[in-house]
């Protein structure tokens, strides 16, 4: 399962695009989450936004999707930007961005989701784990 996920990102961070008609050159990069505002409790059949915090690093990253995988009751969530080719790009010190998702809850139990935050000194993937209880 972790290989799985570390090979998707690394696949996804890899993957570069070029678009003929304007020139404009960009890859992705999946970045590491801060931190996340998600419900307490879920309720079976309801939608609840959550929305995950990072840091943007330059004025080249824009956000594009997140990387969202889902096995049983387990979600693996992390926001994929693009990155702009660009020579003017600025670096960024503090620029924490939110992106938000809809969950929708399909089952009872808990959901488990493990929100991607990089890499330890090791190059293991590091994860902010929640667990959110359905309720009746």
């Known amino acids: 399962m972790k290989r799985l996920i570390v090979m ?8 570069s695009c070029s678009i003929d008609d304007d020139s404009t ?9 801060e931190s996340v505002d998600i419900p307490d409790e879920f309720e079976l059949g309801e939608t609840y936004p959550i929305t995950i915090h990072y840091f ?5 990253h824009a956000f594009k999707e ?17 990155v702009f080719d660009n ?4 670096t960024l010190e503090d620029d924490l961005v939110e992106a938000t ?4 809850v399909t089952s009872n139990g808990s959901y488990i989701f493990k929100f ?4 330890d000194t ?8 929640i667990e959110v209880p359905v309720i009746d």
Do not use: H
């Open 116 to 119: 991607w935050q990089g890499e």
């Open 8 to 15: 998707c990102l690394i696949l996804i961070m890899a993957t």
């Open 87 to 90: 020579t003017n790009c600025e």
């Open 25 to 33: 050159n960009y890859s992705f990069e999946v970045l590491p989450v």
């Open 56 to 60: 943007r690093p330059t004025t080249c």
């Open 66 to 82: 997140f990387y969202y995988y889902k096995e049983n009751n387990e979600r693996t969530v992390a926001p994929v930007t693009y």
């Open 101 to 104: 998702f809809n969950f929708i």
């Open 122 to 129: 090791d190059g293991e993937s590091q994860y902010l784990t």
